[in-house]
């Protein structure tokens, strides 16, 4: 049976009451367990234990980061559960940069140790997705990976392995839950059914 970790980081902040991050992060376990998987989840803002996050980690063949983007990424809570729970991993997660002594200069990031899984993002975006495609529109045509590049790297950097992100665009200015929660059961039942 395959083994998912979902990962909500979603926070209630200023104008922002996490709920649509919440209804995916439910889509989400719903539709897995209708797939039959196991899950496990965490509610980052609500807390966590880094040790037994490790543990998550170790366990899950995928992990999906669900998250809002905020000023151009994900939330400070996100990036402070990387920070806690891959260091509490250490070498677990990895042996090290990948990098040897005889040649210092090359290997960089291989070092991982979790080769055997995969993550997913999923996060939700006030942006429309054309500022993100369109030439001499915001992103510049990097496409919202390109905006993730770090947290790609960061995932690679343990080992693991990156499964097609799902964006929801327009989230205030023009909400179309159903169609954002429609898109992503056909999403996931795509990758993991």
């Not at 669900?66 to 042996?95: H, N």
């Not at 997913?120 to 992103?139: D, L």
């Amino acid at each position: 049976m395959q083994k998912i970790l979902l990962l909500n980081g979603g926070k209630c902040f200023g104008s922002s009451k996490g709920q649509l991050n919440q209804t995916l992060h439910d889509i989400a376990k719903k539709t897995l367990v209708s797939l039959g998987k196991e899950v496990r989840e965490c509610q980052i803002d609500k807390g966590y234990v880094p040790s037994e996050q490790v543990e998550n980690f170790l366990w899950a063949d995928a992990v999906i980061w669900q998250m809002p983007g905020w000023w151009m990424g994900e939330p400070w809570i996100v990036k402070k559960y990387i920070d806690e729970v891959f260091t509490e991993g250490g070498g677990r997660f990895l042996t090290s940069d990948g990098r040897h002594r005889v040649d210092p200069a090359h290997g960089y990031g291989t070092g991982g140790l979790l080769k055997d899984k995969s993550y997913m993002f999923s996060v939700t975006w006030n942006a429309p997705i054309e500022a993100f495609t369109e030439k001499g529109e915001f992103f510049e045509e990097q496409g919202v990976d390109g905006v993730y590049f770090h947290l790609h790297k960061a995932m690679q950097f343990v080992g693991m392995k990156a499964l097609p992100t799902y964006i929801c665009n327009d989230v205030i200015k023009n909400p179309k839950v159903d169609e954002f929660i429609s898109g992503y059961e056909s999403h996931l039942k795509k990758i993991f059914g």
